[in-house]
């Protein structure tokens, strides 16, 4: 296995729509399916280290002004279990944003029957919302052989 | 995963549950189970204040909460029940992992808040009895607090001389909103009655005042319902510290619950300026008012406001000037629950950190009786 | 004294309806005279009490200080050399039900301050005076507003709704269509106890309670998106102190980073907001009385910009004048806090020596 990279669950394991949380190298990760796309967030909560990956998924809502819901059910936030902090799934970074430090986010490429395939990279700055001043870890994920894969990173 | 501080853990508040109506009913006496089941409109009241537990007003003014029953979203047993219900899951997500050595219950049930005062004193006798038999005896870390029908003290006192006797219970809990403030005289009884016992008497975020909680009108979100609470803790020690009753009951401790900690400071000083002011028209309250707070009041951390800047937190605990009556509280299982390991920055003096962890609760409430 | 000074709070105090009569119309003087209707009673400040009253101030022309130019020339003005003063009248027109008696009081206020004050008086500016229904506000607003003495709309604390409640919408919008800040003002007899729970035994209460008021008018203002509705508007806490600031604020956005999806169309943090949109008159302190002390809290604001001198006269407090700014202030704050930041937060008194 190349360094830094796990596989995690077979891809059966997490339909659509599921989620599992793993144990990788010593760290807490949720790896999340979302309408066929993986990705994968520590689980743990920059604010007071609460099981962030556990937590309701929300759609992004924003508003115009007061009286005004623009729910985006195709844009997709945990929100942590605890204080409610919002995290993009895409890029880690938080929906409410102060000038602070970033967690470092990570590549995702996926592959398939162990041919590397160029895949959907993640811009780290993904446009709307601002990022935010708390990043949860992200890390990259891979299908590979049927096979989901975290890519620690460097 | 463990996640234990490194020194004592004392947790001023938790809120358990019981797992169903059924499960209160069993403990109410027999005369009002009958009397519950007759009548409508009982069963609605009930029913409305068993969901909003006890943190809201339930005339006039509901909202959509921050969470299923304003609770972590993780806190919800694996078997079954509301959060907080099941001994063995709180003991695993909370005493066991955060090694836990006392936790001091406060079901917010409703009691104080039924328009009908022997109502609430049933089900307050229920939930003394309920926190008894399902809480106290099968895990000596928990210690309970006495719920009355505050806004009667005859039947408050009454609750309180009944079970008083038990030294499990470590305090009498009220709710910070009442139909009136809590220095004034329909009050006094119930301090005498705790006072008798020893105990102090915790307040507690949340109630129903009656009306809204702003002196301007009803807010229209839930946010400004949960922010604006602070209000409510101000005013009460407020109407406490004028109406003199801690000089009419030198011996009586309040603690403060899940009301945060930072307004104390700027209370003190608009207190402070107001009596020297104004002193003649309370010539019963004889010293500064300041004083009076950091002598006969306790509060809890929670939910722990947080400065943007390092050096706000140092600056804000000298002001507060009550490093020895800053109590820890997690919460828990609600939203804003602060966890014990992460909750008070790091960078806190050890010994101050150690007081309010663990050290000032185990000074105020009688854990080993 | 040469350190250029704005008075951000000059009480013009309303001795009796007597005194408004003759600015009412003729149905409204008949109304007084034959059921000797008194007006609003209610008073914010008790006439006799030390912090309603200084200690030491006298009556001026056998009338109160506050109830007339002459009083507000020679107690507040010439004392301080102030440059500007201006006017704010905690006459409780909210608790007048009928609307219509309510929107000529407001009125008759709005025109006695123009004649008495206003025109003999250049260093004087003033608040308008509103009635409680917004629509009838809005009308009052209009109708005074074109006049470029008037600086600011004056609302009393306490209301029967919060003022982010949009049914005040007729009101904010007139008042940033004027580009009149918005003076929410200590006081306020909406009807509604002061408390949380209910009312308290003494005014000692009253007073200290206030603080409360503002702060749940803030958090109204900010949750329900005013703020951002009105990128223009402009609020001034006015009587409020200042010292419950950093708490509330530290509270507020505590709560709003994880709540912020119940109020989406908020687009900064409250206290962000705070530092753009809102500003505080500086009397009464409400801080510690070291000094030293004092200072820490008025760094913990987070901005030199939020606070705008007031004498808040003729009521009384601690330290007076220029005394209730702390010994040790950085002369740069000082300078904002005497007539910099006024300047730059209300429009209509502008750069230069008269507005």
């Keep these: 296995m190349p360094d830094g990279r796990h596989v995690v669950a077979h891809v059966d394991e997490i339909p659509p729509g599921s989620r599992k949380i793993v144990e990788v190298a010593g760290r807490s990760i949720g790896v999340f399916n979302v309408d066929g796309t993986f990705h994968a967030l520590r689980n743990r909560c920059p604010h007071q280290g609460g099981p962030l990956c556990e937590g309701f998924l929300m759609s992004s809502l924003r508003s115009r002004g007061p009286g005004h819901y623009d729910h985006r059910p195709g844009e997709t936030l945990v929100r942590c279990p605890w204080h409610g902090w919002e995290f993009d799934l895409r890029t880690g970074q938080s929906w409410f944003d102060p000038e602070r430090t970033r967690v470092r986010s990570y590549r995702v490429s996926v592959e398939n029957a162990g041919e590397p395939v160029p895949g959907p990279y993640v811009a780290e700055n993904a446009g709307e919302p601002v990022p935010g001043p708390y990043v949860a870890e992200r890390y990259g994920v891979t299908v590979e052989d049927s096979y989901v894969v975290v890519d620690l990173g460097r | 995963m463990a996640e234990r501080a490194s020194g004592a853990v004392i947790d001023c508040d938790i809120h358990n549950a019981p797992a169903s109506e059924a499960a209160l009913h069993a403990y109410l006496p027999a005369s009002w189970r009958e009397r519950r089941a007759a009548t409508a409109r009982l069963d609605a009241v009930w029913e409305s204040q068993r969901e909003t537990l006890g943190d809201r007003s339930y005339l006039g003014s509901e909202y959509p909460r921050a969470t299923p029953r304003a609770a972590r979203t993780d806190a919800w047993p694996p078997n079954g029940g509301p959060p907080a219900s099941n001994l063995p899951f709180l003991r695993e997500q909370l005493l066991d992992r955060y090694g836990v050595e006392y936790g001091v219950l406060t079901p917010m049930l409703g009691a104080g808040e039924q328009l009908d005062h022997e109502s609430g004193a049933a089900l307050a006798t229920a939930i003394n009895e309920w926190q008894i038999a399902e809480w106290l005896d099968p895990e000596p870390r928990l210690r309970a607090s006495i719920n009355v029908a505050y806004e009667d003290a005859d039947l408050a006192a009454a609750e309180i001389h009944r079970v008083a006797d038990d030294g499990r219970f470590a305090q009498v809990l009220l709710l910070i909103r009442t139909a009136e403030p809590l220095g004034r005289r329909k009050y006094w009884r119930l301090y005498e009655a705790a006072l008798e016992h020893d105990l102090p008497v915790g307040i507690h975020f949340g109630g129903w005042g009656r009306g809204p909680i702003t002196s301007a009108g009803y807010g229209s979100f839930y946010i400004e319902d949960t922010v604006g609470m602070a209000t409510a803790f101000q005013e009460q020690v407020t109407s406490m510290v004028c109406e003199g009753i801690f000089q009419r009951f030198p011996e009586l401790k309040i603690v403060l619950i899940e009301g945060g900690i930072a307004w104390l400071a700027p209370l003190m000083w608009r207190l402070d300026r107001a009596w020297k002011q104004l002193r003649a028209e309370i010539p019963h309250v004889d010293r500064l008012p300041s004083e009076i707070i950091r002598e006969h009041f306790w509060v809890t951390t929670q939910p722990i406001e947080e400065p943007p800047r390092r050096q706000d937190w140092p600056a804000l605990l000298e002001q507060i000037g009550m490093n020895d009556r800053i109590m820890f509280a997690t919460d828990y299982p609600h939203w804003d629950f602060d966890a014990p390991d992460r909750a008070l920055p790091s960078f806190v003096d050890a010994d101050v950190r150690q007081a309010i962890m663990s050290e000032n609760a185990r000074a105020l409430y009688r854990f080993d009786a | ?355």
């Design chain 3, 1 to 355: 004294m040469t350190e250029p000074l704005i008075d951000c709070e000059v009480q013009a105090v309303v001795q009796s309806i007597e005194t408004l009569e003759p600015f009412l119309s003729s149905h409204w003087r008949e109304v007084i005279a034959t059921t000797q209707f008194k007006g609003p009673t209610d008073t914010p400040y008790p006439p006799a009490l030390p912090t309603s009253r200084r200690p030491g101030l006298d009556d001026v022309d056998d009338r109160p200080p506050g109830a007339t130019l002459a009083s507000i020339r020679t107690q507040a003005l010439d004392p301080l050399g102030t440059e500007l003063g201006i006017l704010t009248c905690a006459y409780g027109v909210e608790s007048v039900r009928n609307p219509d008696a309510a929107a000529a009081i407001a009125s008759a206020i709005n025109d006695w301050l123009a004649a008495d004050f206003l025109e003999p008086e250049a260093r004087l500016r003033a608040s308008i005076s509103v009635p409680a229904q917004p629509a009838m506000a809005a009308e009052e607003i209009a109708r005074v507003g074109a006049d470029p003495r008037f600086v600011q709309v004056y609302l009393p604390v306490r209301s029967a709704l919060p003022y982010g409640n949009r049914v005040w919408l007729p009101l904010l919008d007139a008042a940033v269509e004027h580009d009149l800040p918005l003076a929410l003002h200590f006081g306020g007899s909406p009807g509604l106890p002061p408390t949380a729970s209910g009312w308290p035994t003494y005014y000692v209460e009253e007073y200290a309670d206030m603080a409360t008021a503002f702060q749940s008018q803030l958090t109204s203002l900010i949750a329900e998106g005013a703020f951002d509705r009105f990128p223009g508007l402009r609020v001034v806490l006015a009587g409020s102190g200042f010292a419950w600031l950093p708490a509330w604020t530290w509270r507020f956005d505590k709560v709003w980073r994880g709540l912020r999806r119940e109020v989406p169309w908020n687009t900064r943090s409250p206290s962000e907001t705070v530092r753009d949109q809102v500003r505080v008159t500086l009397q009464p302190v409400d801080g510690p009385a070291d000094p030293a002390a004092l200072l820490t809290v008025i760094e913990q604001l987070g901005s030199d910009e939020l606070l705008m001198f007031s004498s808040d006269f003729p009521r009384g407090h601690a330290e007076e004048g220029l005394d209730a700014l702390p010994a040790g202030m950085p002369p740069d704050l000082r300078r904002a806090i005497l007539s910099g930041n006024a300047r730059a937060f209300y429009p209509r008194l502008g750069a230069g020596a008269d507005g």
